[in-house]
């Protein structure tokens, strides 16, 4: 703008044009961004007022978010003037004018926006003469203002951006969270409802198989699982599916045992008895490995199942995806866990509460037959007959040890190898050989490797492991009772407690009959002997005495028993016809009796008035003519 050189009617025209043009820049920036705003100021002033540098800083009340633009060659000592005006001790005034600023752009005009350029300042050099004029002051003075407005008006517009900005991504935020927080609350509320269902159905007291069917249908579908199984550890080295689900292909058949030698999760959980996860079983081997990429499973997790404190088996889910379980798996399957094990501690409970009462019952059965004075082949047979019922065991048998370190069986139940009086060494690492050497329960788990008469058995009858306890009288072993099985689980580790009960019946059977045949034995002597001292009282012959004598002598010891005879008289001959003989308790009715022929040498020939004893007898001679206490006149005492 020349407005030296215009006539002086141009003139008013001019700034009133340079006026409306300033006014018009502001609804230009509306909706601008402020470098936009800063830069678009620049602009105008060097284009109206043809200048030759522009510098336009733009700010917040206080200085911040500032934006700089600048046109034009840069003035050296611009920048340091204005680093040492603007402060609270050196404010600037409404417009300020640098004669020397450096560089070929003349005087500098310096004009600050809003209070004490608080909201930034314009700084404007021109080479003409008579810059700035009060017109130039007034034009970049308005322009600043403007672009003040504006810089705000795009300030506010940004932070209502931003805050709307913000507010939508609240908001995203609050609806995500509250789907996400729906997803685990429908999730948690279908888990309550599978635990309420499962809990519910243990409070019902079914049968365990019941429950772990119950179990793993519903931690399947509520962990998005393909598979779910459950595993009890039985002992010997292996995981015996028990309960088995999927939602689409092949699945585990139920008593399916699978070996813990290899890395797998049942494996992991039964070394650890904590929750396992296996994310691949690419490159993983063992058997159980085979089987789950047999399965097609890429990865499984589970938790352990302890019942009473002791580790009974796994709960497993597994995935055929490459999308594994959800990392929270392993807590919401030991919820599930937590009710398996009540359901097996309830089913334990009760068959401990129905052992305990067919126990209390069988254990009466057997001492009604002992109180009885019932022989012991049926007091054996019975007490097998109710020990197999009680343990629910499959073969029992009873066995007496003899002298000769041989044991008789008494009494068998189950397994036709071992009939009632068959004999059988003790030899080698036996049940009844460790039984009968320690006096203490022995049980035996495999019998594949033992080397004896009766292992050998026990492998061609497929017996796998037996338990044994001693029949104790007076403190010693007498005989063994034993409990055999084909599955080493159906004995139970309380098998051996529970057979002490029915061998000390066993034991109180054995005493009371041992009694009654000695205090039978003792009423024969007596009756024995009140007969022969009738017969010597009522003055009976010789013969007939000594003849009852031999009767009753060979009723009472079971042995042929030569009579007593006199001199000069033939003996009295015994005979017993072959075949038969006398029982304890019995006369000797089996005997005949008669008349002998001439005896031998070294008795025909005894001199009168001596008496002769036989074998274990006792005989004394007595003189000639001597009297007998015997009215017969015999010599024997």
């Keep these: ?101 450096g560089g070929d752009s003349g005087p500098c005009l310096v004009v600050p926006v809003g209070f004490d350029g608080d909201a930034g300042v314009v700084a404007a050099a021109c080479g003409r003469d008579g810059f700035p004029t009060a017109i130039d002051e007034l034009l970049i003075s308005l322009a600043a203002n403007h672009a003040a407005v504006a810089f705000q008006s795009a300030r506010l517009i940004e932070e209502r951006q931003r805050a709307e900005g913000a507010l939508r991504q609240a908001r ?42 119950a179990v793993t249908e519903a931690v399947g579908p509520l962990l998005g699982a393909d598979l779910a199984a459950m595993h009890v550890f039985p002992g010997d080295g292996t995981a015996t599916v028990v309960a088995c689900w999927s939602a689409a292909g092949p699945k585990l058949p139920v ?61 497993m889910a597994a995935v055929r995806g490459d999308d594994p379980l959800p990392g929270d798996a392993e807590t919401r399957i030991a919820a599930f866990t937590e009710l398996v094990a009540t359901a097996i501690s309830n089913a334990q409970a009760r068959r401990d ?74 030899d080698g690492p036996t049940l009844g050989a460790t039984v009968f050497s320690t006096g203490q329960p022995a049980r035996v788990d495999d019998y594949a490797d033992l080397e004896s008469t009766a292992a050998a058995v026990m492998r061609a009858s497929s017996m796998r492991s037996a338990v044994g306890v001693p029949i104790l009288v007076d403190g010693r072993p007498w005989g063994v009772i034993c409990v055999g099985a084909r599955d080493p689980t159906l004995l139970g580790d309380d098998f051996e407690a529970r057979l002490v009960d029915f061998t000390k019946l066993l034991a109180a059977a054995i005493v009371r009959a041992e009694s009654r045949e000695a205090l039978a034995r003792v009423a024969d002597e007596q009756a024995a002997l009140r007969r022969m001292a009738t017969l010597v009282a009522r003055g009976a012959p010789a013969d007939d005495v000594f003849s009852a004598v031999v009767r009753e002598v060979g009723g009472s010891n079971r042995t042929a028993c030569a009579p007593p005879w006199r001199h000069g008289a033939r003996p009295t001959s015994l005979s017993r016809p072959a075949g038969r003989g006398t029982r304890r308790g019995t006369t000797s009715r089996g005997w005949s009796y008669g008349r002998a022929g001439p005896l031998d040498s070294t008795t025909s020939r005894m001199p009168r008035g001596q008496s002769v004893s036989m074998p274990g007898s006792r005989a004394t001679r007595r003189p000639s003519g001597a009297r007998s206490p015997f009215k017969a006149g015999f010599g024997v005492s």
């Design 1 to 101: 703008m020349h407005i030296d050189t215009e006539p002086d009617a141009v003139r008013p025209q001019a700034v009133l044009r340079d006026l409306v043009a300033v006014s018009a820049l502001s609804a230009a920036w509306i909706g601008k961004e402020p470098p936009a705003i800063a830069t678009a100021l620049a602009d105008a002033l060097v284009d109206l007022l043809q200048l030759d540098f522009a510098f336009v800083h733009l700010s917040n009340r206080g200085g911040t978010e500032a934006v700089d633009a600048t046109r034009g060659n840069a003035l050296p000592r611009l920048s340091d003037w204005l680093a040492s005006h603007g402060s609270p001790a050196n404010p600037l005034r409404p417009a300020e004018i640098i004669p020397d600023v």
């Design 172 to 213: 995203d935020d609050l609806e995500l969270k509250v789907a996400e927080r729906t997803a685990q609350l429908g999730q948690l509320a279908g888990e309550q409802a599978a635990l309420q269902h499962v809990a519910v159905l243990v409070a019902q007291q079914p049968s365990p198989d019941e429950v772990f069917t």
């Design 255 to 315: 008593g399916t045992r699978l070996p813990l030698d290899g890395d797998s999760t049942a494996a992991r959980i039964f070394r650890t008895s904590a929750p396992a996860r296996l994310d691949s079983y690419a490159g993983v081997g063992g058997d159980t490995a085979d089987v789950a990429r047999g399965l097609r499973l890429r990865s499984t997790v589970g938790a352990p199942i302890v019942v009473d404190g002791k580790l009974w088996g796994a709960l």
């Design 353 to 426: 509460m129905h052992w305990l009462a067919d126990g209390q019952a069988a254990l009466r059965r057997v001492a009604t037959l002992v109180a009885e004075g019932a022989p012991q082949e049926q007091v054996f047979a019975c007490v097998a007959r109710e020990a197999a019922h009680v343990l629910q065991a499959p073969v029992v048998t009873i066995d007496r040890y003899d002298s000769d370190s041989f044991s008789t069986v008494v009494a068998s139940l189950g397994e036709p190898d071992f009939p009632v009086g068959s004999r059988w060494p003790l």
